[in-house]
């Protein structure tokens, strides 16, 4: 699968291919479609390659004797770019780098399933970075994003959509859900608003007063 993307403008997201479970090679391709720059997390580049992927960065700790300096030639000119911090996972560096670059978006896949810890850590970091990056985190079931205060979009009729809170969301309103929200407060771990879905066809509209709401575009 080739990536000789063409540069459109600069608000068109970067793709970050982190190190967890793979996704679908049509998904990879509808992104790779978009993302002028592509940034692959250190052992997960052999899986990259063994797709035909182009990749710009190679970013990470490298460890475990990982030979960084290998895929050179390979993906000339590759921008090889080491990580050695320890507090931080390779994810979180890979957007503190783009931030440093001045990208102002990114959709992020192969960064859920395997282990739940780095699932976890994943998806709330896209609160983490909320005022200096727009992160969309993406598998073959979901699309994770935070939402503004006020959100509206047009879904399909039984499109399932759901509202997880980091700690407490409160003052949410929605319209177009078939579990309705007024005035309503969430709070991870108590009440979160999993596998609501659409009423009809039409613009959904959720609002809320204080906190970080994420939302899961679900398919299965």
């Known amino acids: 699968m080739s990536s000789h993307h063409i540069v459109r403008d600069d608000q068109e997201p970067a793709l970050i291919i982190a ?17 002028p720059y592509v940034i692959v997390l250190d052992s997960a ?4 390659l063994e ?6 960065v190679l970013l990470g700790d490298f460890d475990r004797d990982f030979d960084s300096g290998s895929y050179k030639d390979s993906q000339y000119p590759l921008e090889i770019i080491h ?16 931030i440093e670059k001045g990208h102002q978006a990114v959709n992020v896949i192969w960064a859920t399933g395997k282990r739940a810890d780095h699932t976890i850590t994943n998806i ?15 598998d073959d079931h979901s699309k994770i994003f935070l939402l ?19 700690g407490k969301v409160s003052g949410i309103h929605s319209q177009n859900l078939f579990y309705p929200l007024k ?8 009440r979160t608003g ?16 204080q906190g970080d709401l994420l939302l899961m575009e679900c398919w299965d």
């Open 148 to 166: 503004p205060q006020k959100f509206q979009k047009w879904y399909p009729k039984n499109t399932p959509l759901s509202l997880i809170p980091i």
């Open 19 to 35: 190190n967890g479970a793979s996704c679908s090679i049509e998904l990879m391709g509808q992104l790779l479609e978009w993302s």
């Open 183 to 190: 005035d309503d407060e969430l709070t991870i771990g108590y």
């Open 124 to 138: 709330t970091n896209i609160v983490r970075y909320r005022n200096s990056l727009k992160i969309v985190i993406l």
């Open 45 to 48: 580049m052999d899986r990259v």
């Open 51 to 56: 797709l035909g992927v182009k990749v710009d």
């Open 83 to 98: 990580t050695p911090d320890q507090d931080k996972t390779d994810l979180e560096k890979a957007f503190d780098f783009l």
């Open 194 to 209: 999993s596998s609501n879905h659409t009423t009809e066809d039409g613009i959904v509209v959720i609002e809320h007063q």
